[in-house]
């Protein structure tokens, strides 16, 4: 009578094991993704500036300045008061920044970023970098070569 209890086990065993291995397959062989949080570098100090969350709504992606890093000076609560339209004088804290953002193959295009220290709006093209933890930012106008690239790493949750 107690084999048929122990070979339910095994089996029920057997059938853990296998569910873990695939998911676990899966896992190591899912490619990164954009959505996220990323830490935008200073180009002139090197220190963090901010935090910003890259999410998907609808299809395409958009980021939110999440967490701004001040230096000692700055004010503490900034506005984006050079922005035009909504943003104008919207606190920097919370501001949608990059918007409309579309994956095309390895790459993200064909949307915006916004610059909150000088309210300027630039085309933007992403590309995820180093297994993910990288992000490659390109904000340009009209043609990419009149731009610039950033780099921002990801951030641990």
């Not at 300045?65 to 000692?72: I, Y």
């Not at 339209?85 to 994956?103: A, S, Y």
Request: hydrophobic share 35%.
């Amino acid at each position: 009578m107690g084999r048929p209890a122990a070979s339910a086990f095994r089996l029920s065993r057997a059938k853990t094991l296998l569910c873990l291995l695939l998911t676990s397959a899966a896992a190591f062989g899912a490619e990164p993704r954009l959505e996220g949080l990323w830490k935008t570098i200073d180009d002139q100090t090197g220190l963090v500036r901010a935090i910003v969350r890259i999410q998907e709504v609808g299809g395409e992606y958009q980021g939110r300045l999440e967490k701004l890093f001040l230096q000692p000076g700055e004010e503490p609560n900034p506005r984006c008061e050079q922005c035009a339209g909504e943003r104008h004088n919207k606190p920097v804290e919370g501001l949608l920044i990059v918007e409309r953002m579309r994956r095309e193959g390895e790459d993200y295009s064909g949307g915006e970023i916004l610059d909150p220290e000088s309210g300027a709006i630039y085309r933007c093209r992403m590309q995820l970098a180093d297994n993910g933890r990288k992000l490659m930012v390109r904000g340009y106008l009209g043609i990419s070569i009149l731009g610039r690239t950033q780099t921002w790493l990801r951030a641990e949750p």
